[in-house]
Structure formats: structure tokens, C-alpha cells
């Protein structure tokens, strides 16, 4: 049984899933580790952990506990990854909630999780989350109808304390789906990479086109209405939750921005064709079907 979680990394999500763990239920002991002493004081004020350590003395830590929830950006994982694998035995369940999923299954098969004798790893990734991050803007409903994704180690049947986790998740409110790695990587830089680097960079060159104008912002801000506010929303998101993420997903991502560039000539040399008629139309029966 889970009885004893370590959350690696406490800011939104890492804080959230203790919070959730808490509106579910959960009355076992939440510890929480991360790189400032700040950060997790506002996540044990906010009942997220019962009580913290810094990172120093993490690792002794988590060779105590039944669960370890690595919650830090991709490469933060990894380096966790390495650093775990050597003390945990197979009485014990390491996941993670990296954005990006293939080079976290590569390196758990590379350094001997899911084997006889090892801890358990279980790749995953909720797709939740909010512009800004930290702990004080974490909520226990986070995950409410979220898809939560899991990439597991092939041909394995799932463990106890794994099944076990998936409960969890399902008890935080969470939808699941199991993929490939490498598929949930290939389909996360269609609908949330892309988004994300398309809204980043129309945020982007309307403040260098417009930013040092006074009266040209007064405008915006004036005519620009519910159109430019969705469209450069997520460009409010702080280049620090996205920076592994195009580090560990780069041909994906290319790859889209490439397909939308293509996209984006034949839009700009049809304005007076047909063809945009046509564009329209697809566009639309996309949306239908998200209706």
C-alpha cells in the first residue's frame, strides 16, 4: 500500500497532487522536497506536505517512502532518475509528470527500472496545468476531467503500488489513457507544443511590433478583444516551464511548426481564392468535433 509519498518538486503541480491526495482521502504522510526553502514553506502552509527536506538529504528520504513523485521540469527528472535508481528497491514506485515522455522511458529501461529487484518506474504526464506556476496557485481540483497520460514500460503487467497509483489519479478526478512514448510525444506537439510556441510567438511579434508605441498599445488594448486575449494566452506562460520541453521534444516540435509554416503560406497566397473558403470549412468540422 502507499502509505508514504515524496513529491519531488512542489510548485503547481507537484503542490496540487498533494492537495489532491488530501481532498481523496489520503491519510498517509506526504513529504516534499525542492530547490528552495520558499517554495516549500507555501507548499506545507497550503497543506500540500506534511513536512519537507532539501535536497541534500532527499535521497535518504525517499528510500524510506512507498511512492516518489518526481514533479520538476523533464531534465530535473532525469537527473532524479539517475539518482534513485541505484536505492530503491522493488517494494517502491517512482512517476513522474514530465511534459515529455520518450527520453524518460529510454532512460528508465537504460538504467534498470522495471527489472527483478528494481523499483517500479510508471511514466506519466497530466495534461493540467495554468499559465504561472508555484505552489500557492495549487489546487486539490486540478485534475478534475483532466486526461492523464501514462507511457508504461511494454510487456510488463502493472504491480500493486502501480495500480494502486492509478487509483489515485482516478480518484483525483482524472480521465487516463496508456500510449507510446514516442506516440505521446508526437501527438503532445500537435495540441499542446504547438499551441503553445504558436501563441509565444504572436504574443511575441505583436510586442515587438507594437510594444514601444504607447499610443499603438492603447489601441490594442482597446480593440483587441476575445480573439487576442485567447489567441496569446498561453504566450503569459514563463519560458522556464517550457525550456526541456523543447529541449527533449525537438524533432516533434520542428516538425509541427514546419507543417503550420506550410499552413500559413497557402492561407496568406490564397486571400483571394476559393482556397480559403476550403480552409474555413476544415477548420470548422474541427471544431464541430470538439463541440
Known amino acids: 500500500m502507499i502509505r508514504r509519498v515524496f513529491i519531488v518538486g512542489t510548485g503547481l503541480i507537484g503542490a496540487s497532487i498533494g492537495l489532491a491526495f488530501r481532498a481523496s482521502g489520503f491519510d498517509g504522510e ?9 517554495t516549500l514553506k507555501v507548499a506545507q502552509e497550503r497543506g500540500s506536505i506534511d513536512s519537507w527536506h532539501l535536497r541534500d538529504a532527499a535521497e535518504s528520504v525517499a528510500a524510506t ?14 537527473d532524479w532518475m539517475r539518482r534513485l535508481a541505484p536505492i530503491l528497491g522493488e517494494q517502491q514506485l517512482v512517476t513522474d509528470v514530465g511534459s ?6 529510454e532512460l528508465a529501461a537504460k538504467l534498470g527500472y522495471n527489472r527483478p529487484g528494481t523499483a517500479r518506474f510508471l511514466p506519466g504526464h497530466p495534461m493540467a496545468g495554468k499559465e504561472s506556476g508555484g505552489a500557492a496557485l495549487a489546487e486539490a481540483t486540478l485534475f478534475r ?3 492523464w497520460l501514462f507511457t508504461p514500460h511494454p510487456g510488463t503487467p502493472p504491480t500493486v503500488l502501480e495500480s494502486e497509483w492509478r487509483d489515485w489519479v482516478a480518484k483525483f478526478g482524472a480521465r487516463t489513457m496508456d500510449l507510446n512514448a514516442a506516440r505521446h510525444d508526437e501527438i503532445c506537439a500537435w495540441v499542446s507544443h504547438l499551441p503553445q510556441m504558436l501563441s509565444t510567438a504572436l504574443a511575441a511579434l505583436l510586442e515587438e511590433t507594437f ?19 485567447e489567441t496569446t494566452r ?4 514563463p519560458y522556464s516551464m517550457w ?12 516538425a509541427t511548426l514546419h507543417a503550420l509554416e506550410q499552413r500559413l503560406a497557402h492561407v496568406r497566397e490564397n486571400l483571394r481564392t476559393p482556397e480559403l473558403k476550403e480552409e474555413f470549412r476544415l477548420a470548422n468540422g474541427f471544431r464541430r468535433q470538439r463541440e
Open 100 to 105: 515529455t515522455k520518450l527520453q524518460i522511458s
Open 30 to 38: 506526504i513529504i516534499g522536497t525542492g530547490p528552495t526553502i520558499e
Open 243 to 254: 525550456r526541456d520541453i523543447a529541449l527533449s521534444n525537438t524533432e516533434p516540435i520542428a
Open 211 to 229: 510594444g514601444n508605441d504607447p499610443k499603438s498599445r492603447e489601441e490594442i488594448a482597446a480593440i483587441g478583444g476575445r480573439a487576442l486575449r
Open 234 to 237: 498561453l504566450g503569459a506562460s
Open 145 to 147: 476531467n483532466a486526461m
Open 65 to 78: 517512502c512507498d511512492a516518489v513523485i518526481l514533479c520538476g521540469p523533464v531534465l530535473s527528472i532525469l
